[in-house]
C-alpha cells in the first residue's frame, strides 16, 4: 500500500512540477511527463484489485472485468514501450545534432511522437483483448474466473470455474 501510495504520488508530483515550471517545457520533460502519466496508469490498473485479493479470502473476479483490466495493462503496457523508444529518438537527435535539434524536434513532431503511440497501443491492446474474449467465450463458458497467484502466463484466461 505504502508503495503504491509512494508510486502515486511521485508521478502526480513529477507532472505536476513539468506541467508548473515553465523552464521544463523542453520536448525531453514533455516525454518525461507523459511517462509518468503512463506509469500512474500501469500502476493504477493492476494494483487496486491486487490489494484487494491480499484482503479477501476468496479471489475472483468477473470476466468482463478481467477482459477490461488485461485490456488497460496492455495500453500502457505497450505505450511505456513507444514512449521509451520515442524518448531515445529525443536523446539520439539532441545528441548527434544538436544544431538541428530545435527544428527536428519541434512541438509539432513532439506531440505526434506521443499520439501515434497512444493510438497504436489502444488498437493493439483492443484487438488482443478482444480475440481473447473471443476465444475464451467459444471455448469456456463460465463468467466467473479464479485466479491462482501461482499462474505466471495469461493461460488462467480459459482455466474458469461455473459460478452455482
Given at each position: 500500500m505504502v508503495i503504491y501510495l509512494v508510486t502515486v504520488l511521485g508521478n502526480l508530483g513529477f507532472i505536476t512540477l513539468i506541467r508548473?515550471?515553465?523552464?521544463?517545457?523542453?520536448?525531453?520533460y514533455y516525454f518525461l511527463s507523459h511517462l509518468a502519466f503512463v506509469d500512474l496508469c500501469y500502476s493504477s490498473t493492476i494494483t487496486p484489485k491486487m490489494m484487494v485479493n491480499f484482503v479477501v479470502e476468496h479471489n475472483t473476479i468477473l470476466f468482463h472485468a478481467c477482459a477490461t483490466q488485461l485490456g488497460c495493462f496492455l495500453i500502457f503496457m505497450i505505450m511505456e514501450c513507444f514512449l521509451l523508444a520515442s524518448m531515445a529518438y529525443d536523446r539520439y537527435v539532441a545528441i548527434c545534432s544538436p544544431l538541428r535539434y530545435s527544428t527536428w524536434m519541434s512541438?509539432?513532431?513532439?506531440?505526434?511522437?506521443?499520439?501515434?503511440?497512444?493510438?497504436?497501443?489502444?488498437?493493439?491492446?483492443?484487438?488482443?483483448?478482444?480475440?481473447?474474449?473471443?476465444?475464451?467465450?467459444?471455448?469456456?463458458?463460465?463468467?466467473?474466473?479464479?485466479?491462482?497467484?501461482?499462474?505466471?502466463?495469461?493461460?488462467?484466461?480459459?482455466?474458469?470455474?461455473?459460478?452455482?
Open positions: 508548473s515550471d515553465t523552464r521544463l517545457h523542453t520536448p525531453m512541438k509539432r513532431i513532439c506531440i505526434q511522437l506521443v499520439a501515434v503511440p497512444y493510438m497504436y497501443s489502444f488498437l493493439v491492446a483492443l484487438f488482443h483483448t478482444y480475440s481473447i474474449i473471443t476465444f475464451c467465450l467459444t471455448y469456456c463458458a463460465p463468467m466467473l474466473l479464479t485466479i491462482s497467484t501461482s499462474m505466471t502466463s495469461l493461460s488462467w484466461l480459459c482455466h474458469a470455474q461455473t459460478h452455482t
